[in-house]
């Protein structure tokens, strides 16, 4: 069973807040744009779907500049995930290039101090390639969970984003007769990675932008070998049973003989079919749009009137 619909998570988890206000110098709102006040202080979480053609993404290569550091960018880009930066104002030009499908989603988040999940999507059971190890996944939610704060910096002022890419099982396991269950969940720490993100630029995650000169990766055929191979295949829900020594041995259903391709977290994640025969799969933009009001950042100064003598 691959992995079903993307959920459109927007600081899930969040108290709820005023709905964003639009800038008083852009009173007319255009979908999938920042929607939120300049003089406001946090962050604004825009989700596009789009389909995955070629128009898009090199329209968003060619203004895209890596947000992480180089070693973590490496491993992002192994699981298939870019992290990107680029100036807010090349966002209407983005935008010309594709048709949003559903409308975008806005979310003013404000500061996110705690961790809450910006993107969310659910799985069924069904194989990921994390960093060249297969797991299996059962039913249950992947999300990539963050923190994102404006901070002071030697610039004034920009906004500091933190994320990593977790997994939480439907399945409950009792730590013992007398303490109520709880989820077995799991994050991928070694893709904990933080970024800052300077004034006017946004921060976009999604999947690979492909150059559709790939012969596709097949949607359905069994993983090399089978028997005894399929058996080494290391499950989510085995690890975690394993951690804790309260933690109970439930016993997983047996692999079957016959699984989907692995997929990498950056399909897993960002990448769904888009159930229309012979139109390209829908990809998912998850755009982090910083507000910092202008008061914290450096102002310009005007040259001194000279007297005149």
């Not at 870019?82 to 090349?90: D, G, S």
Request: overall charge negative.
């Amino acid at each position: 069973m691959l992995l079903s619909q993307l959920l459109w998570s927007g600081c899930a988890g969040t108290p709820p807040t005023p709905p964003a206000t639009p800038a008083a110098s852009n009173p007319g709102l255009v979908d999938g744009l920042p929607r939120s006040d300049r003089s406001r202080s946090g962050v604004e979480l825009i989700a596009w779907r789009v389909a995955d053609t070629a128009r898009i993404n090199e329209a968003i290569e060619a203004v895209a500049r890596s947000g992480l550091e180089d070693d973590a960018d490496a491993l992002y880009r192994t699981s298939d995930i870019r992290v990107m930066r680029f100036e807010e104002t090349a966002l209407p030009s983005l935008l010309e290039t594709t048709t949003l499908i559903g409308g975008s989603r806005n979310t003013w988040c404000g500061q996110i101090l705690e961790w809450r999940n910006i993107v969310e999507v659910r799985s069924g059971r069904t194989l990921l390639d994390v960093l060249g190890e297969v797991m299996l996944v059962e039913n249950g939610t992947l999300s990539i969970s963050a923190r994102i704060w404006v901070e002071h910096s030697l610039q004034g002022a920009d906004t500091r984003v933190e994320f990593v890419p977790r997994y939480e099982s439907d399945i409950r396991s009792p730590r013992s007769v007398l303490r109520s269950s709880r989820r077995r969940d799991h994050s991928f720490t070694e893709l904990a990675v933080e970024t800052v993100v300077p004034a006017n630029e946004v921060l976009v995650i999604t999947a690979r932008l492909s150059d559709f000169t790939e012969s596709p990766r097949p949607e359905s055929s069994p993983p090399e070998g089978s028997g005894s191979e399929i058996e080494e295949v290391r499950s989510l829900e085995e690890e975690i049973a394993r951690s804790g020594p309260e933690a109970p041995d439930n016993g997983l259903p047996d692999a079957p003989d016959s699984l989907p391709a692995p997929l990498s977290l950056g399909e897993a994640f960002f990448i769904r079919p888009s159930g229309i025969p012979d139109a390209p799969p829908e990809r998912l933009i998850m755009i982090v749009v910083p507000r910092i009001p202008e008061g914290m950042l450096p102002q310009k100064k005007e040259p001194a009137d000279l007297d005149s003598t």
